[in-house]
């Protein structure tokens, strides 16, 4: 169907709800480590052969941190205004 949105069933990853909780665990852990490859490929990418790629990282996880710090912060006073709008 054109324009659909979600892609056929032929099409869909996977499913794991057959596998041993253990085997569940060793794919998560398998994906996080997939995962931080990509992301140390990219940082090493965009920082040349030469570059410190721990200190790539370090910068990278700092600014990730306070991005996720500012959403927290901005979920916790919208939670908070909706709670004194309930209260009124």
């Not at 990282?57 to 908070?80: G, K, P």
């Amino acid at each position: 169907m054109k324009n659909q949105l979600i892609p056929p069933p032929e099409l869909a990853p996977p499913s794991i709800r057959h596998l041993p909780m253990e085997k569940r665990i060793e794919c998560w852990a398998l994906l996080a480590d997939e995962s931080e490859q990509l992301l140390l490929s990219g940082l090493r990418r965009r920082i040349g052969p030469n570059g410190d790629l721990n200190q790539a990282y370090r910068q990278w996880y700092s600014r990730r941190m306070e991005e996720h710090d500012r959403t927290m912060e901005h979920f916790l006073s919208e939670l908070h205004r909706r709670e004194e709008n309930c209260a009124r």
